[in-house]
């Protein structure tokens, strides 16, 4: 029987380097010298974070599902402050929001109102 885990790593990142960090939920891949794709590999939604590094701050877009230490991944891959900004309110989107609070930044949306507003509320009380 054929499964999505057998085909790991996804093809579309065959083109990218694959960079070695020290949480092993996550992989993480170089799409250009700042900028790295971060990917919660063994799990099937397959999500996928961006950060991207600058000299003095750093932009983590979306936190993942908080199975694996999003955090961690961070640390290992620069030690400039960080800036988080989550796409959306779903769980996995803002799963590892916790690590951040000092620094997210929080943008709701229509389809935060009208769609998620339960999740949206109940992400805001914890952090």
Same mark, same amino acid.
């Given at each position: 029987?054929?499964?999505? @885990?057998?085909?790991? /790593? ?20 170089? +799409?250009? /010298?700042?900028?790295? !794709? *971060?990917?919660? $590999?063994?799990? &099937? ?9 600058? /000299? ?14 999003? =955090? ?6 620069? !030690?400039?402050?960080? $800036?988080? *900004? ?6 996995? &989107?803002?799963? #590892?929001?916790?690590?951040? =609070?000092?620094?997210? +930044? #929080? ?12 999740? @949206?509320? =109940? !992400? &805001?009380?914890?952090?």
């Amino acid at each position: 029987m054929s499964s999505w @885990f057998n085909n790991l /790593p996804c093809l579309q990142y065959s083109s990218f380097q694959r960079i070695s960090i020290s949480e092993s939920w996550f992989q993480v891949y170089a +799409i250009h /010298p700042i900028v790295f !794709a *971060i990917h919660e $590999t063994y799990q &099937h939604l397959e999500i996928i974070s961006y950060l991207i590094v600058g /000299p003095k701050k750093s932009l983590l877009i979306d936190t993942e599902m908080d199975i694996g230490n999003i =955090e961690k991944v961070f640390n290992d891959l620069t !030690a400039v402050s960080l $800036t988080g *900004i989550k796409t959306r309110t779903q769980h996995d &989107h803002v799963g #590892d929001n916790w690590h951040f =609070e000092q620094s997210l +930044i #929080d943008f709701e949306c229509e389809l935060s109102r009208n769609n998620d507003h339960a999740l @949206f509320t =109940e !992400a &805001h009380k914890k952090i």
